[in-house]
């Protein structure tokens, strides 16, 4: 039965998480990733050879809005956490939990580590996550009598940020097909909210089929481990233990038995193990299935508070999940000192935001010695902070950086950033080391030491050799 909302604690919840992230958006730099959509909001198009337009279209807005600033591009991600954490708890009123248990899985969602870390930064991964936290719940009010017309329109929404929720949408099709209420799929609602949401997909998909579906090439790459996000197949089980937080295991391992117990809800915890055994077999990412878990912390709060007779046991196990998601997933540390302490070794997106500028630095120092050059990075992240903090503009062949621009013939020379010396041999007759990146705090990010090269005598046209140069992953 569904219960009256407290808005009250809820939102008060959900105001206080958006408030932190907003309170620490500016303490470190920029992402590399929130470099790359900077600079891919300013090549509006249907799509990308990585990703759908939507985040790349807020960062465009952001910058229209915001200018410059970080805290104005993280605003969106940081009101996107707070609404993940505002729709978790009408996911347990929608599952019959009362206030106390509604405002309790609000928390456990604000507390967790995945939702403070994607709250953080402007990625896919933000909105993935309330997508998928809203298709839940909006296919439990469908389930009972609602509309499906809502979910056919989120999930159109949502494949516009990323295709990961396609995987949603076809456990959650099996789990009704295997478990029920197969009733459910003889009515014409969810098949005409499923060609609502295709036809919301559908520029995208045409700009993949156009364009040879790159994206299907990234997916292989990320299965062989080539994203920096990647992990190896076995960590795959454990990580799902700390995207949470290991004290609130017991909420969401509670909330998955409840859902596989309940014939009107039993498709959802048959849909959480399938996607977990397809992401394992396939090579996907361990956060992959994070979506699932505001709907198990939902369907776990209101049993696991009628269990405990103190419930300030819960509470405590909120509020030490709290502070330890925020210490590692937010940037508490100051940057001089992070080096020092194992953050960046747990959570190592925190090391990412530190040291662009002073890599631009160092590239438009080696440039200014070498009049009419260009500027040639290995990866979107080194390209993004060139053209961020100058000396811009930067040329690469990572992802869809090898679409938007390819060197001028006339640039005979390029200061080439992130490749080795023998691959540079190949395109290169002379090339002679200039620079190591040094971030100025000692930490041992993925580009600390990266070299520095200056490429002179150029073998080839650069649109013979654009095609050697581009790489997907």
């Not at 930490?443 to 200056?454: C, F, K, R, S, Y």
Request: glycine share 10%.
């Amino acid at each position: 039965m569904t219960r009256d909302v407290a808005w009250g604690p809820v939102g008060a919840l959900a105001a206080a998480s958006t408030a932190v992230l907003l309170a620490t958006a500016s303490r470190y730099g920029y992402h590399r990733d929130e470099l790359y959509f900077l600079e891919a909001g300013r090549h509006p198009a249907f799509g990308y050879v990585d990703q759908p337009p939507f985040t790349p279209l807020v960062a465009r807005v952001a910058t229209e809005l915001f200018g410059e600033s970080l805290v104005g591009l993280r605003l969106s991600p940081a009101v996107a956490a707070g609404l993940t954490v505002l729709v978790t708890a009408l996911i347990a009123g929608e599952l019959g939990a009362g206030r106390g248990a509604q405002a309790f899985a609000a928390a456990c969602t604000a507390a967790a580590a995945f939702p403070l870390a994607v709250g953080h930064l402007l990625s896919t991964s933000t909105f993935d996550l309330l997508a998928w936290t809203a298709v839940c719940w909006l296919v439990l009010r469908a389930l009972r009598g609602c509309s499906w017309l809502p979910v056919g329109l989120v999930v159109g929404v949502g494949l516009q940020n990323k295709a990961l929720l396609a995987f949603l949408l076809a456990a959650l099709l099996a789990g009704l097909l295997l478990a029920g209420p197969r009733s459910v799929l003889r009515s014409p609602g969810p098949w005409l909210a499923g060609l609502v949401a295709l036809l919301l997909w559908t520029p995208f998909l045409v700009w993949q089929a156009l364009h040879g579906w790159p994206l299907l090439e990234l997916s292989s790459a990320i299965a062989e481990g080539s994203s920096g996000s990647s992990e190896p197949w076995w960590l795959f089980v454990p990580f799902q233990l700390v995207l949470v937080g290991l004290l609130l295991v017991p909420v969401w391992v509670t909330g998955w038995w409840r859902l596989a117990r309940e014939p009107d809800h039993r498709a959802f915890a048959v849909a959480y193990v399938l996607l977990a055994l397809v992401f394992l077999v396939t090579g996907g990412k361990p956060y992959y299935l994070a979506g699932m878990y505001p709907l198990l912390l939902a369907a776990g709060a209101e049993p696991v508070l009628a269990w405990l007779r103190h419930r300030w046991v819960a509470w405590t196990a909120v509020a030490v999940t709290a502070v330890a998601s925020a210490v590692l997933m937010l940037p508490l540390v100051p940057a001089r000192d992070l080096a020092a302490t194992p953050v960046p070794q747990i959570y190592g997106e925190a090391g990412e935001q530190v040291g662009w500028p002073e890599l631009a630095a160092t590239v438009a120092a080696v440039q200014a010695g070498v009049p009419g050059s260009v500027v040639l990075t290995a990866n979107y992240g080194q390209a993004g902070a060139v053209d961020r903090f100058g000396p811009g503009p930067a040329y690469s062949g990572h992802n869809a950086y090898a679409d938007w621009r390819v060197p001028p013939e006339e640039a005979r020379s390029a200061v080439v950033v992130g490749y080795d010396e023998a691959g540079l041999r190949r395109w290169c007759g002379v090339v002679e080391p200039a620079a190591r990146i040094d971030n100025g705090v000692g930490l041992d990010n993925d580009e600390q030491g990266t070299p520095v090269w200056i490429c002179r005598e150029r073998v080839a046209p650069w649109a013979q050799l654009w095609p050697q140069v581009r790489h997907i992953s």
